[in-house]
């Protein structure tokens, strides 16, 4: 069956440097991968999207790769910030308009 | 833009009563939306695919009978849970997505809390 792991439940990183969250999938194959952000109580907010034949994609402080060898991808938050501290999903989608698969999700401590 | 609400933010109801949550995309269309079901500490679960209309496809697991989806119009799908259970207490999560696009708008969630 399709499996996501992200690899740990919990990061805690000092400000000002770059986290590091992973997601690995087997039994997948997925025409696109995305990365949200989730705060307590709310609903995801996407981040950003990136499709099998990339192999990277930034926005601002944020950095996304994709290996679809490996089955991985990474995000990364650069010059993290308090703000940041949330969890992060990363989902998998099949193709356009396919449902989403969700992995479950890194919470991120960035502290002063 | 991308605005996805949903109501009523939080609901507490009796066991054994029904409850209905919206989802509406308010700035743009969605010919299809989602819903999921998030347990404290857990990973969204996908519910039902709702297409607009046409029936909704559910999940494993899921029981159509017990989670009623309506995909009326392109900017409104609603979710009614039948015969609450205080195990149905959850958070429930929306998503649009938006023709065109490859990224879901997600709502802000309804907390249901069934006594």
């Known amino acids: 069956s399709q499996k996501i792991e992200q690899n740990s439940e919990a990061l805690n990183i000092q400000e000002g440097k770059t986290a590091t969250l992973t997601c690995n999938y087997t039994n997948y194959s997925p025409a696109y991968l995305q990365w949200y952000r989730q705060d307590p109580g709310r609903g995801p907010v996407f981040l950003l999207l990136i499709r099998e034949n990339e192999k990277e994609k930034r926005k601002e402080r944020l950095k996304v790769t994709f290996d679809t060898t490996l089955k991985q991808s990474l995000f990364h938050i650069t010059a993290s910030q308090p703000a940041d501290s949330a969890t992060y999903l990363c989902?998998?989608?099949?193709?356009?308009?396919?449902?989403?698969?969700f992995g479950p999700g890194t919470r991120l401590s960035v502290l002063p | 833009g991308a605005v996805v609400s949903q109501h009523p933010s939080w609901v507490i109801c009796k066991s054994g009563t029904s409850v209905k949550i919206e989802c509406r995309s308010l700035d743009f269309q969605a010919t299809t939306m989602f819903w999921y079901r998030q347990f404290p500490k857990q990973s969204l679960m996908l519910m039902a695919t709702s297409n607009e209309g046409s029936k909704a496809t559910y999940e494993q697991g899921v029981e159509k009978d017990k989670f009623l989806i309506n995909h009326a119009s392109l900017t409104l799908s609603t979710l009614t849970v039948t015969s609450a259970h205080p195990e149905d207490s959850s958070f429930y999560i929306c998503?649009?997505?938006?023709?065109?696009?490859?990224?879901?708008?997600f709502g802000p969630g309804t907390r249901l809390t069934v006594l």
């Open positions: 998503s649009a997505l938006r023709s065109g696009y490859n990224e879901q708008f």
């Open positions: 989902a998998l989608a099949g193709g356009y308009g396919q449902n989403f698969v």
